[in-house]
């Protein structure tokens, strides 16, 4: 079979770019500074604000290619920021410990 030469194959649509590998990389950041007394917040927030920004292009294109890596951003980023709250919480019940058992030992 031969092809009618007046056929031309459709162009692919050019996805617009995003940041969401930025996003995703911010976010692991996030992830492992939380572990250490809370840096990770530093990470996570500018990571979680360029994943609301990946998201809000790919929802406009169906089938960006970058869609699950801007979902997996937000939720690394949420991740982050729920460790670097229970670590806050267990330095302060840490500390309101410490001053309790101290208390008591005094006679």
């Not at 406009?60 to 869609?67: F, I, M, R, S, T």
């Amino acid at each position: 079979m031969q092809s009618s030469p007046h056929y031309q194959q459709p162009m692919p649509v050019q996805a617009p770019s995003t940041n969401a590998v930025a996003a995703l990389v911010l976010s692991i950041l996030g992830i492992v500074g939380s572990l250490f007394y809370g840096v990770g917040i530093c990470f996570a927030i500018p990571g979680l604000i360029l994943a609301n920004g990946a998201l809000a292009i790919t929802n406009q294109v169906p089938n960006h290619p970058d869609a699950g890596v801007a979902k997996a951003a937000k939720i690394c980023a949420w991740v982050a920021i729920g460790l670097f709250i229970a670590v806050i919480l267990l330095v302060l019940l840490a500390g309101a410990l410490y001053v309790w058992a101290s208390s008591l030992a005094e006679p």
